[in-house]
């Protein structure tokens, strides 16, 4: 990433500065930065947007502004990601949903993108997802992986409850689970009997292979 230390996005994002933060992703994708990178840098910019907003510093407009411009990034890089996805067979399947009581979407949006361009085929449900919504398409759809998305404490509880679900119909052992989501980590996924936790998309995705034995 080029070196630009007076460009703050998460500066720049607070300052609801849309064009500003626009021109930085192309003129970063101009100059061949990884569009991982670029995402790194704007998901950091998030975060800080986070930090603000729990010690009152900005309020929720600021983070619907903030999730805007991140998806308004998103449509610069999304085609240059899909540039690089060469022609590969399809390597797995994976079904993706937040859970229920929650409506972040923009990081399970970021995990379809990266495991569509790496070859999977990728159903996405959406968000604020009951558990029996996901039993339902994991049985219709038979998905390798399902990847279960909550950003708030309150609603990784639903994780479990997705897990227990898909345990009374006998559906457990017939897909991997992998949680993510800001709140998460491997204690949690270890205690819910998630097969993985996902940092990131990236980490989701190496996670993945490594359920299904893909190297
Ligand atoms: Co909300 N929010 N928010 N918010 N929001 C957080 C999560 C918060 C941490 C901010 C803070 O206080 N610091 C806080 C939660 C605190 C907590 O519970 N611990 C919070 C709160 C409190 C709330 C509300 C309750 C505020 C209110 O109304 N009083 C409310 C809840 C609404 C609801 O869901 N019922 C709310 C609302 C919103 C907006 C709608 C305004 C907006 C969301 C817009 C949208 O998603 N369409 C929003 C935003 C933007 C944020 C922050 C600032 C950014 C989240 C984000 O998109 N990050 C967030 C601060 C933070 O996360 N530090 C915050 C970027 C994204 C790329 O990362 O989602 O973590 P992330 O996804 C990553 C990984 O987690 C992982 O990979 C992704 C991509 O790399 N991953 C997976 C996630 N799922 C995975 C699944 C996998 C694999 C990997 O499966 C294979």
Known sequence: MSNNAAFDTAEAIMNLKVDEVLSWVKAQLAI?????????????GLEKLGDRFSVGECFIPELIRGGDIFL??????????????????????????????????????????IFMTAGFEVTDLGKD????????????LKPDIVGLSALLTTTTEQQRVVIEALKAANLREKVKVIVGGAPVNQRWADEIGADAYGADAIDGLRKAKALLGIT
């Open 129 to 140: 997802l009951p558990a029996e919504r996901f039993v339902d398409e994991i049985e219709r």
């Open 72 to 113: 308004k990034a998103m449509e610069l890089i999304r085609p240059v990601l899909e540039a690089q996805k060469t022609e590969m067979k399809r390597v797995g399947s994976l079904l993706i949903g937040t859970v229920k009581g929650d409506l972040h979407d923009l990081g399970k949006n970021l995990v379809r993108i």
């Open 32 to 44: 061949d930065t990884p569009p991982l990178e670029v995402i790194e840098g704007l998901t950091k």
